[in-house]
C-alpha cells in the first residue's frame, strides 16, 4: 500500500480531475498553494469532500438521505447507523437539518449516474462553535499525510480508534486512512500536532480466530472443483459473507466495500480492481447458476 512521491501536484489534478486535494479542517486550511510539494497520490488514496448545509431529512429503511446544498451545489448523503458523525472536536453527533457539514468518501468508490449526484461517505464531520480541526487523510509510514502538509505527533492522551470504537495502537496507524482530531499545530512544514483523537477508517483483521473466515473454509471444503488445477470456488456467497457488495452484471459480478472495487467476467482472466487491471489463473465460469472463482482471487484479494 505505499505511494510514491514523484511527480507535481498539478500533474496530479490533471490525471484525476475532479478529486480534490484531500487535506481539509473543520475551519482553515495549514499551507497556501505555494506551498504544497511535490508528489503524486495514488487516486486510491483521495477522498471526495463533500461540503454545505443539510437542508432536508429523508429516511428511509436502512437509509437516511441528507440534501446538503452547498451555493447552487445540491448533494445528497446516503447515510447508515454504522455513518460516522462526529463534529470538529471529535464528539459524536447527531446529524441534523441545519448543519454545516463536510464529507468525506473514498474517491474511488462507485458512484451512481444520478442527479444530484448521491454519496456514501466513510464520516462526515459537523461544524461546532468549538475550536477544533480535522484531517480525514491517508498518513504514511512517517505519519505524514499525502501532500506533506501535517505530521502527527502521538501522545499519551491521544484516544487512538478504529472505526468500531476499538481502541488501536499508534504502530496501527501506519499507512492507513485516518480521521485526526487536534486543536493546534505547529508552523513548520510539515506542520506538526498532537491529536487528541484519531480513528482509522482501514479494516482491521482479527486478532484471534474469526468466525467469518472458519465459514469461509467449510464452504471451500463442500463447495469446490478443479479447472487446469486450480479449485474454483463460488463467488457471492463468499464475497458477501466478507462484507463485499455483489451485483450482477449479467456475465459476471461487481464486487464493493469500502474503497475497494472488483469486477470480473465470466470467461475473462483480466479483472477490474479499482482503477487498475489484475489477472487471474483461471477465468471465472459459471456451474450449477453460480459463478466460481480461483480461490487464490479470495485469498489475496478479499480476506
Known amino acids: 500500500m505505499n505511494m510514491k512521491k514523484l511527480a507535481p501536484v498539478a500533474m496530479t489534478a490533471l490525471l484525476f480531475g475532479s478529486a480534490m486535494v484531500p487535506v481539509a479542517s473543520a475551519n482553515e486550511q495549514h499551507a497556501t498553494e505555494a506551498e504544497v510539494p511535490q508528489i503524486q497520490i495514488d487516486p486510491v488514496h483521495i477522498f471526495n469532500n463533500t461540503r454545505g448545509t443539510v437542508e432536508d431529512v429523508r429516511v428511509g429503511e436502512n437509509i437516511t438521505y441528507y440534501t446538503v446544498k452547498d451555493g447552487e451545489q445540491i448533494n445528497v448523503l446516503e447515510m447508515t447507523k454504522d455513518t460516522l458523525v462526529f463534529d470538529n472536536t471529535g464528539k459524536k453527533v447527531d446529524l441534523q437539518k441545519g448543519d454545516k ?4 468518501t473514498f474517491a474511488n468508490k462507485p458512484q451512481k449516474y444520478i442527479y444530484p449526484p448521491q454519496f456514501n461517505p466513510e464520516v462526515v464531520i459537523v461544524e461546532s462553535e468549538e475550536v477544533g480541526f480535522v484531517e480525514v487523510d491517508y498518513f504514511f509510514e512517517d505519519l505524514t499525510n499525502t501532500y506533506d502538509m501535517l505530521k502527527l505527533n502521538i501522545g499519551n492522551e491521544t484516544e487512538l480508534l478504529n472505526a468500531k470504537s476499538e481502541k488501536v495502537e499508534a504502530k496501527d496507524l501506519t499507512e492507513k486512512h485516518l480521521v485526526v482530531f487536534y486543536t493546534a499545530s505547529t508552523k ?3 506542520a506538526q500536532t ?4 484519531v480513528i482509522v477508517l482501514d479494516d482491521y483483521p482479527a486478532t484471534t480466530t474469526n468466525p467469518v473466515n472458519e465459514e469461509i473454509d467449510k464452504i471451500i471444503t463442500s463447495d469446490s472443483y478443479e479447472v487446469a488445477g486450480t479449485k474454483m470456488v463460488p463467488l457471492r456467497i463468499i464475497a458477501e459473507k466478507l462484507g463485499f457488495k455483489v451485483d450482477s452484471t449479467g456475465k459476471g459480478a461487481i464486487l464493493t466495500k469500502g474503497n475497494m472495487s472488483y469486477t470480473l ?3 475473462e482472466t483480466t479483472f477490474g480492481y479499482n482503477k487498475a ?3 487471474l ?5 459459471l456451474k450449477d447458476t453460480k459463478t466460481y472463482v480461483p480461490v487464490e482471487f479470495v485469498e489475496e484479494y478479499l480476506k
Open 101 to 104: 457539514v463536510i464529507a468525506y
Open 188 to 190: 513548520s512544514i510539515p
Open 194 to 197: 498532537t491529536p487528541s483523537k
Open 265 to 267: 467476467t465470466r470467461g
Open 277 to 279: 487491471l489484475r489477472t
Open 281 to 285: 489463473k483461471v477465468a471465472p465460469t
